[in-house]
């Protein structure tokens, strides 16, 4: 045979030449699902409280933990020179309840107020004479304010009917049940309504 016959020439039985490379900005199959498509779930933690609106109405207190306040709301400093009063005081309304404090529920009628305090101010006549004017004068203040906040609806109406309930229970000298609401309403908003319930806690007797 002829020299050189048996080698391949070179180029043949190399195998084929390689595809032509993915242009610019062309994803290889499969990397989609790293990337993450539109509709993927949002990312852990980040799912807002579906009960806690974020309108500018809703409230002044941020939504979502360590968020900040979706509609920040003027304080009352910056409401001074403010001319639209009704605005002022909605916002000033928002801003108290947010944090606490003004109304909460539904203010007490006149004859169920009435007799809490016709009730509690019978326990404080009945209790017996120690000679410190000053722990009764401080007793006094401590309903004044319960009697103020149920007035004006500044105690969450859930509350204010278990006080009327216990007020019932004092009165049919059932001590057991009327110590037994007052232990739940001091678990409901103990930081708000402490000065009181701390009052009443003292009036009622032990069983």
Not at 73 to 98: D, H, V, W
Not at 107 to 129: F, W, Y
Not at 161 to 187: I, P
Request: proline share 10%; glycine share 10%; charged share 20%.
């Amino acid at each position: 045979g002829h020299p050189g016959t048996g080698a391949p020439h070179p180029g043949m039985g190399m195998g084929q030449a390689p595809g032509p490379a993915p242009g610019p900005g062309v994803l290889p199959p499969g990397s989609m699902s790293a990337m993450g498509s539109p509709t993927a779930a949002p990312a852990p933690g980040m799912s807002a409280d579906k009960s806690k609106s974020t309108a500018p109405t809703a409230s002044a207190a941020p939504v979502m933990e360590d968020m900040p306040v979706c509609w920040p709301l003027p304080t009352k400093t910056q409401q001074k020179l403010s001319t639209t009063q009704t605005t002022a005081a909605a916002n000033q309304a928002i801003q108290e309840r947010s944090a606490g404090g003004a109304v909460q529920g539904e203010p007490m009628a006149s004859h169920d107020l009435e007799h809490v305090k016709g009730v509690l101010n019978m326990l404080l006549e009945a209790q017996p004479p120690d000679g410190n004017a000053k722990r009764r004068e401080d007793m006094t203040k401590k309903l004044d304010e319960l009697y103020t906040k149920l007035g004006q609806g500044q105690i969450k109406t859930a509350a204010s009917q278990k006080v009327l309930q216990m007020v019932k229970f004092v009165e049919a000298q059932d001590y057991v049940s009327a110590n037994k609401l007052h232990s739940e309403l001091s678990t409901m908003d103990w930081e708000s309504n402490k000065n009181w319930l701390m009052g009443v806690r003292r009036l009622i007797p032990r069983a």
